[in-house]
């Protein structure tokens, strides 16, 4: 009950505050620099859950073998590649337009059109229909 109401106010308070707190950080340290003590952050916070994670599986009794995660190695690494790839663009570009002068609002209103704007450009160059829980 408690994660169902707190975890979404959580998530919402520290994606709202990215913006703000990147504009700041970028005044103290280059874009990357940011990008590299966040992601290390993030990193061992995802191992801590990782290793939480592996516990608690390995102390139920119910399940006497640890399934793993589903997937070869080789789909989870290309898949936290394209990960890295991906938020390393997105964020390097986002805070190193911080760094040069663009407003934390506008920066977070430009990101928060990118999946308008991805709807828009499937529907008009692949002719993709959207479907209710598409939009929703």
Not at 118 to 136: G, K, M, P, W
Request: proline content about 4%; hydrophobic content about 60%.
């Amino acid at each position: 009950m408690l994660f169902r109401v707190f975890l979404p106010l959580i998530f919402v308070g520290l994606w709202s505050s990215a913006f703000v707190t990147a504009k700041v950080g970028v005044v103290y340290a280059t874009p990357f620099a940011m990008l590299l003590v966040r992601f290390t952050l993030v990193s061992l916070l995802f191992l801590v859950m990782l290793l939480l994670a592996r516990w608690w599986q390995s102390s139920r009794a119910a399940q006497k073998q640890q399934t793993g995660m589903g997937a070869p190695p080789s789909v989870i690494l290309l898949t936290a590649l394209v990960g890295v790839l991906l938020h390393g663009i997105y964020l390097g570009s986002v805070f190193f337009a911080l760094s040069v002068g663009l407003s934390a609002g506008i920066s977070a209103l430009i990101v928060s059109l990118q999946p308008i704007l991805a709807s828009v450009l499937a529907i008009s160059l692949f002719s993709e229909r959207l479907r209710i829980q598409q939009i929703a």
